[in-house]
Structures are given as structure tokens and as C-alpha cells.
Nanobody, 123 residues
Framework: QVQLVESGGGLVQAGDSLRLSCAASGRTSNSYAMGWFRQAPGKEREFVATISWYGRNTFYANSVKGRFTISRDNAKNTVYLQMNSLKPEDTAVYYC????????????????WGQGTQVTVSS
């Protein structure tokens, strides 16, 4: 089992930046790809970004490409999502997820999920 805890969310203004963190505990000795997803009120959960175990490969949703950066520090069992130039449409609960297999963009490819952290961007 892997436990994931997100932090770093908050209320910011459009154009501001935030950095989300996701701390993993439990069976972190396994090689997990990590991803970030988000869910806005009244909308389905959507993929945001993913990163491979060694961090060599990343992939982003078109809506965040060029503004968000995913990274990881395996020594600290932590994954980050640096979010710049935030927009009101980025408002959502952001979830961290871990995948035992190759990283993907679908929620069902991930085995473990955090509880989420709220990000609210005001205009």
C-alpha cells in the first residue's frame, strides 16, 4: 500500500503561482509513475500531468502545457506540481496518484490516490 498526501493548495489571483506537493509513504520502494489530476465542481476528473519513475519522461494536458511543471524527488518520496500563470479555469481539487505500471493519462491506470488539495484562482 502507498499513502499519498497532497499539500500546497490555496486561494490565489489569476497570474499567480503555486507549488503543490505530494508526499508518499508506505511501499515507496516500488517504482511508481506519478500523476496529477484535477476535478472542478460539476465536472469530471481530468488528467493534468504525469512523470515516470526516474523523472526522465513527463507528459502534460494541453490545457496546462507551458504553465505547469511536474517533478519528483525520489529521495524525499515527493512529487511536485509547479503551477505558473494560473487562470480561474484552473480552479479545482488537485489529486496526486501513483501507478505501478507505465505512466498514463487515464485515472484507471493509477493504483493509489491522495485526498486532494483545493486550488482556487480568482479573476
Amino acid at each position: 500500500q502507498v499513502q499519498l498526501v497532497e499539500s500546497g493548495g490555496g486561494l490565489v489571483q489569476a497570474g499567480d503561482s503555486l507549488r503543490l506537493s505530494c508526499a508518499a509513504s508506505g511501499r515507496t520502494s516500488n517504482s511508481y509513475a506519478m500523476g496529477w489530476f484535477r476535478q472542478a465542481p460539476g465536472k469530471e476528473r481530468e488528467f493534468v500531468a504525469t512523470i515516470s519513475w526516474y523523472g526522465r519522461n513527463t507528459f502534460y494536458a494541453n490545457s496546462v502545457k507551458g504553465r505547469f511543471t511536474i517533478s519528483r524527488d525520489n529521495a524525499k518520496n515527493t512529487v511536485y506540481l509547479q503551477m505558473n500563470s494560473l487562470k480561474p479555469e484552473d480552479t479545482a481539487v488537485y489529486y496526486c496518484a501513483a501507478a505501478a505500471g507505465r505512466f498514463g493519462t487515464r485515472g484507471d491506470e493509477y493504483d493509489y490516490w491522495g485526498q486532494g488539495t483545493q486550488v482556487t484562482v480568482s479573476s
